[in-house]
C-alpha cells in the first residue's frame, strides 16, 4: 500500500516495558474511557502548554519515531482491554502526514479497506513502527481488530 511503512522491533523490549508502566500509572491516576472498549486515553502534548510533563520513556520514543515524521507535537496513549477494537476510520487532515503509531504490549491485527469493498489485514507486532501516509491515510479507512490481549498504541502526530 503506497505509504504504508511497518517497522520491526524499533524499541527495545526494555523501552516497552517502560511505556507499559507510562500507562498504568496514568490509568492509576486518571481514567478517561475511549469507547468500543479502549478503556483509557493518556495524552501529553509536548509542545503546547501542558500540565502533563512528558514522561521519560515516552520522550525516548519520540526520539525513536523523529526520523520518520520529524517532531511530533501530539501524543495519545489509548490503551485497549482484552475484547476492544478500533472501528474503521481516517485521522483527519489537520494531522500532517506522516502519523507514526508505535504498538506496546501485544501483537494486534490491523484491517485496511479501501472504499470499502478491498479490505486486507496486516499484523501489527508489539515494539513495531507504524508510519502512515500517502494514499494509506487519503485512500484507506483503518481499524484494530478486536485483540485478544491488553495492548497500547503510542500514537505520534502533528497538527498543521
Ligand atoms: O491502535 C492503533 O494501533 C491505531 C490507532 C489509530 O488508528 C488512531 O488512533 O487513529
Same mark, same amino acid.
Given at each position: ?77 489509548? %490503551? ?33 479497506? %479501501? ?46
Amino acid at each position: 500500500m503506497q505509504g504504508l511503512d511497518l517497522r520491526r522491533d524499533v524499541i527495545s523490549p526494555r523501552l516497552e516495558d517502560e511505556l507499559a508502566e507510562v500507562i498504568r500509572a496514568s490509568m492509576a491516576h486518571d481514567q478517561r474511557p475511549g469507547g468500543h472498549g479502549i478503556d483509557h486515553v493518556a495524552g501529553f502534548l509536548p509542545l503546547d502548554a501542558c500540565d502533563n510533563p512528558i514522561p521519560t520513556a515516552v520522550s525516548e520514543a519520540m526520539a525513536v519515531v523523529e526520523p520518520f515524521m520529524g517532531i511530533p507535537n501530539s501524543v495519545i496513549a489509548s %490503551h485497549y482491554a482484552a475484547g476492544a477494537h478500533l472501528p474503521f476510520h481516517t485521522d483527519p487532515p489537520f494531522w500532517a502526514s506522516p502519523i507514526c503509531v508505535l504498538n506496546v504490549g501485544a501483537d494486534v491485527e490491523i484491517s485496511w479497506s %479501501h472504499a470499502y469493498w478491498h479490505t486486507l489485514t496486516v499484523k501489527f507486532p508489539r515494539r513495531a513502527l507504524m508510519v502512515m501516509g500517502g494514499e494509506s491515510r487519503t485512500d484507506w479507512h483503518h481499524g484494530i481488530n478486536e485483540v485478544t490481549e491488553a495492548r497500547t498504541a503510542f500514537v505520534f502526530r502533528r497538527r498543521i
